[in-house]
């Protein structure tokens, strides 16, 4: 995703490993065994190879310095990926990582830098309106009729949950735009609610 120079190929006998072969402090693993448990047994060997102290001898491995090899290209990766994807963020949209707790806080900041600031017709609501208007959230599913699955040779077919519903409908209605006005009496009825619904200035 990234195309980072990751190194050598992540291969590690999961199923091998277990609290059995574990028990009293045992470090020695059997490599005819373990390759058992890999698709990629080259791989495997390789890596035996090529950490220091690893091959106890011809068929026997460290089992410690192994996993100890293969967690530590976890973390490398891991950070070799953040680092790319806090440089991609601040060069594309001058967004830092560390100012955030989530992937949708950056998603929510890079929407008022882009969408509601520029927009000029846009506020942010607190206190009350913003209690009373967060009652109208509701969480919900989607699925397709019969929840059955639809294929068609004729015609494209445009999935817009598979594409995300809140961008799609964004760019169908845009969304809500000035100040909230205070409902007077006359309004509060379903009638008058109804028959205003879809008034320009709703």
Known sequence: MFNLQTGPKEVFPYNYYSSVLLAND????????????????????????????CRIDENHFDLEKYSTFYCKQDVRI???????????LLKEFDLNVYDYVSICSIANKLFEN???????NLYDLSN??????????QGGRCMLSDNMKQKSKKK????????????????????????PKVLKDEMLSTEYLMRHLFDDDQ
């Open 26 to 53: 045992n470090r020695t693993g059997v490599i005819s065994e373990a390759c058992k448990f890999i698709h990629d047994a080259d791989t495997f060997m390789k890596n035996i190879d090529s950490i220091k102290g």
């Open 78 to 88: 891991l950070r070799e990926g953040f680092v790319k994807f806090r440089n991609d």
């Open 114 to 120: 882009r969408v509601y600031f520029p927009n000029g």
């Open 128 to 137: 009350k309106p913003r209690e009373f208007i967060s009652r109208c959230i």
């Open 156 to 179: 494209l077919i445009a999935d817009f949950d598979t594409v995300s519903l809140y961008p799609s409908a964004i760019a169908r209605l845009y969304t809500l735009e000035r100040i």
